[in-house]
């Protein structure tokens, strides 16, 4: 009798709980996962990779780098692509590296539109290092990084390419193998001055 009474008393209370009674709270939530899952996804950036003068992105060595640039940077996806003068197994001469900038600011729009919201890298091989260079100066192309792999700082005349480098404001990874002769360290003196001054090479 007494733990019926006590039963009916608990049931009563728990139908009709006073202000002295302490409420049943709901149970934590779990920790945002999901949108940690997102948010990480969100912030891996997305790469476009030109290749150079010579050969297509179909080419060993961007295929490589393709693969090494995703690893690295936890790309959701490396974009690579073929300027239209070598397509579809043409072997022409490359046109001027100002040429190729408007095709190749087509690309990166394209991929722009496709993933918005995502950081954009800019990376490209000797010649498509320096139209990479050039496109992200452009006014509506908001890259966060260039990468360059192996830039042609100089020109088959000597003069030195740094007027792009120089206008730029996003920071510039340089993936160089600088040459250098027997006994002759003066080759890089010019290459040396323009780290000095590249704005690009400052922090903060």
């Not at 730029?168 to 040459?179: D, E, G, N, T, Y």
Request: net charge positive; proline share 6%.
């Amino acid at each position: 009798m007494v733990t019926t009474r006590a039963s009916k008393r608990r049931r009563k209370n728990h139908s009709h709980p006073t202000g002295d009674e302490e409420q049943e709270q709901p149970p934590p939530q779990p920790h945002g996962i999901d949108d940690d899952i997102k948010k990480s996804a969100q912030d891996s950036p997305v790469v476009v990779l030109a290749h150079g003068a010579g050969a297509p992105s179909s080419s060993d060595w961007m295929i490589r780098w393709k693969d090494m640039l995703a690893k690295t940077l936890n790309a959701i996806e490396v974009v690579t692509f073929d300027y239209s003068y070598i397509a579809g197994g043409k072997r022409r001469a490359p046109p001027k590296a100002e040429k190729l900038v408007d095709f190749h600011c087509d690309v990166v729009r394209k991929v722009m539109a496709t993933y918005p919201g995502h950081p954009l890298v800019l990376a490209g091989k000797s010649m498509g290092s320096r139209v990479c260079c050039m496109v992200a100066g452009e006014k509506d192309i908001y890259a966060s990084a260039v990468v360059c792999l192996g830039y042609p700082l100089k020109g088959r005349n000597g003069a030195l390419r740094d007027d792009t480098l120089l206008q730029l404001k996003v920071p510039i990874l340089f993936v160089q193998r600088w040459a250098v002769s027997t006994g002759k360290v003066g080759g890089c003196k010019k290459e040396n001055e323009l780290r000095e001054r590249n704005a690009c090479d400052r922090r903060g």
